[in-house]
């Protein structure tokens, strides 16, 4: 969000600092109404849905997911794209295996389904229930803190392959 910067009175301003002309402020300060707005009306939703699909194009993937952090610590399914209605309930836990979407918010890394970090069993569970060859869960960041994460999966991609499509995470600035 951009918020104008203080003005310092000229007293206490350092003779290194540059003057800032009376339009320029006035620029910044409609930037900051402009962008709290925009903060205001826009359809996170929307966003998300948008976001993954980018992301599922941008590997050649059909299906994911997005689940943001709630204010309690849970995380909440906010997008999902190119799964059925009848897939909402299932995904609401990730397939009842939610603490894979938590370990990779945690590492701050892509965690690849299947893949060494991943039980076998637990792995082909998931595979199955997502019906999916492979999954890549990608952590949100914004700065340091963990947002969400972003699920990819395919049924014809193996992740753990392509490890160099997200090398790190999905961070917001």
């Keep these: 969000m951009i918020r104008p910067r203080k003005q310092v009175a000229s007293g206490g301003r350092s003779p290194a600092a540059p003057r800032r002309s009376a339009s320029t ?6 930037l900051s109404l402009l962008s709290d707005a925009l903060a205001r009306s826009l359809d996170l939703e929307r966003v998300l849905c948008e ?24 995380l909440s399914l906010r997008a999902r ?5 009848s897939a909402k309930q299932a995904l609401a836990d990730f397939f009842g295996h939610d603490h894979l979407l938590r370990a990779a918010m945690s590492r701050q890394e892509p965690l690849a389904v ?18 999916a060859k492979s999954l890549l869960l990608v952590p949100l960041v914004l700065g340091k803190e963990p ?3 972003l699920v990819l999966a395919s049924s014809k991609l193996n992740f753990p392959e392509n490890s160099g499509l997200f090398d790190k995470v999905v961070r917001l600035q």
């Design 25 to 30: 402020g006035t620029l910044i300060e409609k």
């Design 51 to 74: 976001v993954l699909s980018c992301c599922l194009s941008a590997v050649g993937a059909r299906q994911g997911a997005a689940y943001l952090m709630e204010a309690d610590a849970r």
């Design 81 to 85: 794209v190119g799964y059925p209605d």
């Design 114 to 131: 299947p893949s060494p970090q991943v039980a076998a069993r637990q792995a082909a569970e998931l595979q199955a229930r997502a019906r």
């Design 147 to 149: 947002l969400g994460v």
